[in-house]
């Protein structure tokens, strides 16, 4: 729940290939319900009651912007096509409660029968999720706690995921710096001021793992944006995890396993006495000339996390 006593909410975004606009559309229309709308050459919206508009386009902001402006139809419809192959289509789905995200469940394998495909499909186009999900709260004390759970945990999540070889090697989902992780620990809770110029220091991009410039533009935008001048950046009071695969050709895959290691990182945040123990257990590793020894760190990070029940 939130600090107004809502329900929070979270957005799923799917990029994968191997199925058109239209197909991808119309496999949300025929699992959940709503209205085909034709937004532009290049993206489609399905409204479904009570859930709100799903987006349905090519994921080129290029060819984004040219079927926008609805200039030489013929052209950009042809450009949208031969896009195709190069580039993923995504959904973008609105924020549902979470205790309605089974439904996703349909989707999937809606989208699977009509022939997606995700990941392992390009090795150029890596393709992922993204989880973006409500805080709590917007204080001081959330984003320290969830921040420091996350670092701690990126090295292990990053295998827990099993994140694709192109994807790791791609700019795009990049884990904090060791240094900034120590930062964090060190300061064990830090004011609002502290949290924007130690994250805006080491982080002023959007290409992290977990991207928090989303968040901190919610709390302050102009702030933001004298150290990030990206027009991506979109305010919302929500986490943007960029770490998982997209799998959707595998029945064995499903965004439900994906969220379940997120709510690793809720777990752990919300245990100041565990949080606090990982932090000094991370300082001692991380305290020699060569830094952390990543695989020791993931062994560690394991065994702490089964003793504790927490995978």
Not at 30 to 52: C, I, M, N
Not at 76 to 103: G, N, Q, Y
Request: negative net charge; hydrophobic residues 45%.
């Amino acid at each position: 729940m939130t600090e107004s006593g809502s329900e929070r909410h979270v957005g799923f975004e799917l990029e994968f290939s191997g199925v058109d606009l239209d197909s991808a559309a119309h496999a949300i229309q025929d699992t959940l319900g709503g209205e085909v709308v034709q937004v532009s050459a290049a993206q489609r919206e399905v409204h479904v009651p009570g859930a709100g508009d799903f987006r349905v386009e090519l994921d080129w902001d290029f060819l984004l912007r040219t079927a926008g402006k609805k200039k030489d139809e013929d052209w950009v419809e042809l450009l949208s096509k031969t896009a195709a192959i190069l580039v993923p289509t995504e959904i973008v789905c609105p924020p549902l409660a979470m205790s309605r995200l089974d439904e996703l469940l349909e989707l999937e394998d809606g989208l699977r029968a009509a022939g997606a495909v995700g990941t392992e499909e390009s090795l150029l186009a890596a393709y992922g999720v993204h989880i973006n999900t409500e805080l709590p709260r917007l204080n001081a004390a959330t984003l320290d706690a969830y921040l420091r759970a996350f670092s701690l945990l990126q090295w292990w999540l990053l295998e827990a995921h099993q994140v694709n070889p192109a994807r790791r090697v791609s700019p795009y989902i990049d884990l904090y710096p060791e240094l900034y992780v120590r930062q964090l620990i060190e300061r064990d809770g830090a004011n609002m001021d502290e949290i924007f110029s130690d994250y805006l220091q080491h982080n002023a991009t959007r290409n992290r793992a977990l991207d928090m410039l989303p968040v901190l533009s919610e709390i302050d935008a102009e702030r933001v944006l004298r150290a990030v001048e990206d027009p991506k950046i979109k305010a919302r009071p929500a986490f943007h995890y960029r770490l998982p695969n997209c799998q959707i050709e595998k029945r064995d895959w499903s965004l439900a396993g994906e969220w379940n290691l997120w709510c690793v990182v809720e777990e752990l945040a919300h245990r100041p006495e565990d949080l606090r123990d990982l932090g000094e257990r991370f300082m001692a590793a991380s305290g020699g000339l060569l830094g952390l020894n990543r695989s020791e760190w993931l062994n560690t990070v394991d065994t702490w996390l089964k003793d504790r029940a927490l995978v």
